[in-house]
């Protein structure tokens, strides 16, 4: 006993979830204009996704994660990388001033935007791996920005602050958040910068400027792009990039 | 030597949704840091063989197998069978949308009752739903995180929301 409409409400609910291509919504969407009990599933899909916004995300205690660091401390010991380092640095010496901080600027976290906030921070923690690489290298920005073109639907700015101490290093694309996003990677000192660059009109993000995992998160919009910074820079340094970004020709 | 030594900038970025998605399985704070223990020194072990790709779906792939371990240890009177016979049949057997979906969740959003009419699904109902709506992953990476194929992600999801949905009428009404 099958309901003949049991396809289409999980074609249905795969629109809703984002996982259909341009066609398939497009046909999709000529279908529920006729059809009732289409109409009253998106409206249940939509009120249910506004439910679950309300549910307690469970986050990490500060206690775990300094629990995971000495344990974990001995294989993580070697040499290299800065970024690791430095995570298990603020995760060993988490005082209490510290992991009050953290967990104020966890709680306020907006619920909106925060699963492309860490889909941007692990993007820039994976392009710090060892092999991956930037799509275009070049410090040149008329060799950059011309490599966007026909990769992407929209035109990303892209500026170089060389001569304030942030050199352009190239750049590359990602999928981001279901859409395609231009990451410009800068540098300063030895600390690597990722600019991240998408089309959005409305407000302006909030909060501007945050922290997620050790790595400090400016973002802001210009002009119908929405910009996020992510770097292991001082927060204040990295908020002077985003000043200085905007205030370049 | 070098994988080792960026095994902390791989996974740790991952820590809260994996605290996340063990608290929402076990139901219970002192089994999920327990199980993200375990599974973090689990996926240490396994990290010469992470191939790069999604990390938060092979952290939580792992934290999913290392939860589903411990219910099966703890036999806890609430942990509900790990898997339901039938997959496929399973999305036509509760009731569409009534005559007024929208208002019984809106008067039901209420967070303690929605969580508690979550923390009530049964748990392979549940992990899809936190996977989708709070991890907001894709149907690929949940797929990926539970071994199952796409189809079944899709309709464990459908049937997921239809019972939290049924759940909700029934407790308004």
């Known amino acids: 006993m099958v309901p003949p409409s049991c396809d289409q409400a999980l074609l249905l609910q795969a629109e809703f979830d984002g996982e259909l291509g341009t066609a398939q919504s497009v046909a999709l969407a000529g279908h529920r204009e006729g059809c009732a009990a289409c109409q009253a599933r998106w409206t249940e899909l939509v009120a249910l996704r506004g439910a679950l916004k309300t549910v307690p995300y469970h986050r990490a205690s500060p206690a775990l994660a300094r629990a995971l660091a000495e344990r974990l401390a001995p294989a993580t010991a070697a040499p290299r990388p800065r970024v690791a380092r430095r995570w298990w640095r603020e995760a060993a010496s988490f005082g209490l001033g510290a992991a009050l901080a953290a967990s104020l600027v966890l709680t306020m976290r907006p619920a909106r935007d925060d699963g492309m906030l860490a889909a941007l921070v692990d993007d820039h923690v994976r392009a710090l791996q060892p092999g991956h690489f930037i799509d275009v290298i070049s410090t040149d920005r008329h060799t950059v920005k011309p490599w966007f073109d026909g990769k992407l639907d929209f035109a990303p700015p892209v500026k170089d602050l060389a001569a304030d101490g942030f050199p352009l290093r190239g750049g590359r694309l990602d999928y981001l958040g279901g859409r395609a996003v231009a990451a410009l990677a800068y540098e300063h000192g030895k600390h690597p910068i990722d600019l991240f660059v998408w089309p959005e009109r409305g407000a302006q993000p909030t909060p501007p400027a945050t922290e997620r995992h050790g790595y400090n998160v400016v973002q802001w919009t210009a002009d119908g792009m929405a910009l996020t910074a992510v770097s292991d820079l001082e927060r204040d340094e990295l908020e002077d990039f985003a000043r200085l970004w905007q205030k370049a020709p | ?173």
């Not at chain 2, 960026?6 to 605290?19: K, Q, T």
């Not at chain 2, 063989?49 to 219910?71: D, E, K, M, P």
């Not at chain 2, 208002?103 to 009530?120: C, H, Q, V």
């Not at chain 2, 894709?138 to 309709?155: C, F, H």
């Open chain 2, 1 to 173: 030597m070098a994988q080792e030594s960026s095994f902390a900038a791989v996974a740790l970025p991952h820590l809260d949704a994996a605290y996340n998605l063990a608290r929402w399985l076990t139901g219970s704070a002192d089994t999920a840091e327990e199980v993200v223990q375990d599974a973090m020194l689990r996926a240490l072990t396994y990290f010469p063989s992470f191939r790069g790709g999604n990390a938060r779906a092979w952290v939580l792939q792992i934290v999913r197998n290392t939860a589903y371990a411990a219910l099966t240890v703890r036999r806890d009177a609430r942990a509900v069978p790990l898997a339901t016979a039938d997959e496929d049949d399973g999305i036509h057997d509760l009731p569409d949308p009534g005559d007024d979906p929208e208002t019984a969740l809106l008067r039901a959003r209420d967070r303690a009752l929605i969580e508690g009419m979550l923390a009530r699904l049964p748990v392979e109902l549940r992990e899809a739903l936190v996977l989708r709506e709070l991890e907001e992953l894709s149907y690929r990476d949940i797929a990926q995180i539970t071994e199952l194929p796409i189809g079944t992600v899709m309709s464990r999801l459908w049937r997921a929301r239809r019972q939290l949905a049924a759940a909700a009428r029934a407790g308004v009404r």
